[in-house]
């Protein structure tokens, strides 16, 4: 079946830091992937996405590139802030899955000032 | 702006007692799903909608129901609610395009059952 491994946290980062969260899945079909964001208190948002192989999401200098050889879609940032604190979630929509969302466990981030 | 709210934000029931925890959304969206989320467990599926008066049942739906009615709101129900039903609850919708659809969540409903 389809599923999403992400790497477990927390993960504490000084400002200014290099982020890198794992990200691997396992899919039947073709799926559209996503990294979802949710602030203390908050429902989740979307970060960002990407549908097919080779693409990048981009948003807020946060990045992820699709591989299909390798089956990831690692969130990386070249310098994160502390507003960047929260907890990271990624996710595979598959059609072969009746377009539901199949979200990680999510990963908690703490930047220190 | 288009919206997505869950009533009531928080809320504290007793074992046994019946719940409804409504979510209303505003994007005129075809699809709508319940979620709930629990430490190390990330996001799961209770129940969803594809649209007016479809429902579907997710990964942990024993003990949950929900109708749809309209197309704005989704409410989910605890027949008889025990304490292994104490999580947050997210209500989401998307517009039913396929599997590029972005999700829009929620803010949230804490059920505590003692």
Redesign the interface.
Known sequence: GNSVTQMEGPVTLSEEAFLTINCTYTATGYPSLFWYVQYPGEGLQLLLKATKADDKGSNKGFEATYRKETTSFHLEKGSVQVSDSAVYFCALSDPTGGFKTIFGAGTRLFVKA | DAEITQSPRHKITETGRQVTLACHQTWNHN?M?W?RQDL????R?IH?SYGVHDT?K?EVSDGYSVSRSNTEDLPLTLESAASSQTSVY?C?SSEGG???????????TRLTVL
């Not at chain 2, 190390?40 to 996001?43: F, P, R």
């Not at chain 2, 396929?98 to 949230?108: E, K, S």
Request: aromatic share 24%; net charge negative; charged share 5%.
């Open positions: 699809n799903f979620y190390g467990h990330g996001l599926l969803y579907n997710g997210f989401a396929g599997n590029t659809d972005t999700q829009y969540f929620g803010p949230g």
